[in-house]
């Protein structure tokens, strides 16, 4: 049987996000049936509502996203209805040349389930029976959402769904970075440029590392104060600082040993680049448009063996690394609390998307 539910909607680019009744199917074989609990409101999400991240609409936002199976499909055995999940917005089919080497953050069925479940299908209807697109193979900024069970992740009873939505994308994606692509070592340095959601993480993955030196830049005073509540030793305002470059080298003594560029510009990747040490690595992070692009000079590439890498969700393997966060934030360890800057109910969704893009929040999330 299908459900009837409220659902966060983007209908045109670049103009309020609209809450609507929506209809989502009973899940077919594979497939899991999810009321959601909480859902985390990413920047990602308003980079589908401004375009950044072109996708067709409509479309059903959210892809950080916790709450309870209520219907299973057929065949599917490792999940029951009343258990706990986080969803991912990468499959894992566990078939895949990237699966099957440990990378299933780079599944390729995953790759192609970009507004629909993995085999193209979609679940979901509008009130008027027009079928919906849903973000990344999730569609979770709803109150029920049906997904296919490669893209969800069941996790021990008792974890508090609000924090756990977190795992999902944001704590993933930038703790993730630290420990699965850097490697980060103790008493590295390291620059964090961008302090939101996913920066946040960075800088706290980077201090439960050891990283002696943490830099954080960012152009607002209450996200770098934010960031020094997260690990960061150092602080660097971008709109002050006429040269983060010089300003990161002269706190170093020649340049960081990592930089994460966490917002998803061009320029911000090649001041990354520029400003790690010899050796030292520079990862991109934050999702930039299409037509942007990095130029690097190329000699510096090989005369000071500098790296320059993507990290894309933390090079999850979700089902291994979600536990261990939760982990870690149950040993507190993981600060996932103080991430929560505002609850929003799913009919103030508009409101938590105008916070998101003035910068007000470390993360708003939506709670049902």
Known sequence: MGRKAKAVICRRNNAPVVVEQIEVESPHRGEVMVKLGACGVCHSDLSAVNGTIGMPLPLILGHEGAGTVVEVGEGVTELAGGDLVISSFVNMCGKCRYCVTGRPHLCDVGAKAIISLPDGSLRTRDAKGAPLNIFSACGVMAEYATLHVDNVVKIAPGMPLAQAALISCGVMTGVG???????????????????????????????????????????????????????????????????????????????????????????????????????????????????????????????????????????????????????????????????????????EAAQAFADLEAGRNARGVIVF
């Open 177 to 347: 970075a630290v420990f699965n692509t850097a490697k980060v070592v103790p008493g590295a340095s390291v620059l964090v440029i961008g302090a939101g959601g996913v920066g946040l993480n960075v800088i706290q993955g980077c201090a439960i590392a050891g990283a002696g030196i943490i830099i954080a830049a960012d152009m607002t005073e209450h996200k770098l104060a934010l960031a020094q509540q997260f690990g960061a030793t150092h602080t660097l305002n971008t709109g002050r600082e006429e040269n983060l470059v010089k300003a990161v080298k002269k706190l170093t003594g020649g340049g960081v040993d990592y930089a994460f560029e966490c917002v998803g510009l061009g320029k911000m990747v090649e001041q990354a680049f520029r400003a790690v040490r010899k050796g030292g690595t520079a990862l991109v992070v934050g999702v930039a448009r299409g037509d942007d692009s990095t130029s690097l000079k190329t000699a510096s590439i090989t005369f000071e063996e500098k790296t320059l890498t993507g990290s894309y969700y933390g090079s999850a393997r979700p089902r291994e690394d979600f536990p261990r966060l939760i982990a870690a934030y149950q040993a507190k360890k993981l600060k996932l609390d103080e991430l929560i800057t505002r609850s929003y109910r799913i009919d």
